[in-house]
């Protein structure tokens, strides 16, 4: 059985609840990603998504320029640890209805976990099935 940690991305990029959302958005262009990891002090406090900046920010009429993640992040996240294995990680996205996961060692960041990374390991009828559930 193969763990998150054979399949996570390590030391993802991430930003601080302080990094505007302007910032956090040239990030994600910059790595071709959807979702950032906030840490303050190694600390996962949060995630912020491109939906986030659309919804929480822009749709809003707040100043991209002045807002921080922090005030837009989701908190209060589904981690994933090192030793879980890629059916844990399959069904939490499932019932989370996201497609990464950050993992977590105590509250310290360590990787972050996409659902194409679990896909590409997995039993392939199941991982079809959760795929299924989170684009719902």
């Known amino acids: ?67 921080t993640v922090g005030e837009i992040a989701s908190s209060g996240l589904e981690t994933l640890s090192p030793d879980d294995d890629l059916d844990a990680a399959l069904r939490k996205m499932a019932s989370s209805q996201v497609r990464r996961l950050p993992v977590v060692e105590g509250d310290q960041l360590v990787g972050i976990v996409a659902q194409a990374d679990v896909a590409r390991r997995g039993d392939d009828s199941e991982t079809g099935q959760v795929v299924q559930e989170i684009s719902r």
Do not use: F
């Open 1 to 67: 059985m193969e763990h998150i940690k054979d399949v996570m991305t390590q030391n993802p990029t991430s930003c601080d609840p302080s990094t505007t959302v302007v910032e956090a958005a040239k990030v994600m262009a910059s790595e071709d990603v959807g979702s950032i990891p906030v840490v303050k002090d190694g600390r996962l406090v949060g995630m912020v998504t491109d939906r986030d900046i659309v919804l929480r920010a822009l749709a809003e009429g707040r100043d991209p320029t002045s807002t």
